[in-house]
């Protein structure tokens, strides 16, 4: 009760409950849009099964609600007034998203059978966590994003605890979707298929790593 109590004091007014359809409705659009995330989470399912490639979207909601909160904070306007700070971040981000891609274009094949999605212990969960929470923080793109989300969403003097709300939602969105994506990707006969073209599959998903880091990297503010 306490958790539908919190939801009903947030989204009590109609104007809050507009504003909170509109940003999950525009956060859904662009979670859904093909990106270094999803490539993250499928990678880390061919690796680890499916608790690693839940585990990985675990860590890209935490990824998103540290942007979300910084948002909300005022990181974007921070951004703006130190450019050379924005500048910073984003090409740690692109070096990190660029290593990532290299790695998996000039990895070694191991001799495992592919076509099996072994789940991994302890260690490989943390690392799974950890893989999709500095992906996702790999871009400070997302910041200006919420910011501008939120500016143009969020009412205005709307209280602390609906802003709070709305951080949860977009995390939920974000995680209930990579999640799902891990376990359609774990499924047995995409399992199957991937260990067939386990090499190509590696390498485009390195390709498309190393390219998107080469485009935050060289991309305007």
Not at 92 to 109: C, D, E, N, P, S
Request: net charge positive.
């Amino acid at each position: 009760m306490s958790g539908i109590s919190f939801f009903s004091s947030s989204f009590g007014s109609v104007e809050n409950l507009y504003a909170a359809a509109f940003i999950a409705g525009i956060w859904a659009v662009t979670v859904l849009s093909p990106g270094p995330n999803l490539l993250a989470t499928l990678h880390a399912t061919a690796q680890g099964g499916a608790r690693a490639g839940v585990t990985t979207a675990a860590g890209i909601g935490f990824g998103t609600a540290i942007w979300a909160g910084l948002s909300l904070a005022g990181l974007a306007v921070l951004f703006e007034t130190f450019t050379w700070a924005y500048t910073l971040v984003k090409l740690v981000g692109a070096a990190y998203l660029i290593v990532v891609g290299l790695k998996l274009l000039f990895q070694r094949r191991t001799a495992a059978a592919p076509s099996q999605l072994t789940a991994p212990k302890g260690g490989g969960l943390r690392r799974a966590f950890v893989f999709g929470l500095a992906t996702d923080l790999a871009n400070p793109k997302a910041a200006a994003f919420f910011a501008s989300l939120f500016a143009v969403s969020i009412p205005a003097g709307s209280p602390l605890v609906f802003q709070l709300a709305v951080c949860l939602l977009v995390v939920a969105i974000a995680v209930a979707w990579y999640a799902l994506a891990a376990l359609i990707f774990a499924r047995p006969r995409v399992a199957a298929a991937y260990g067939r073209a386990r090499r190509w599959v590696e390498r485009i998903t390195g390709a498309l790593f190393v390219g998107a880091g080469l485009r935050l990297a060289t991309e305007r503010s």
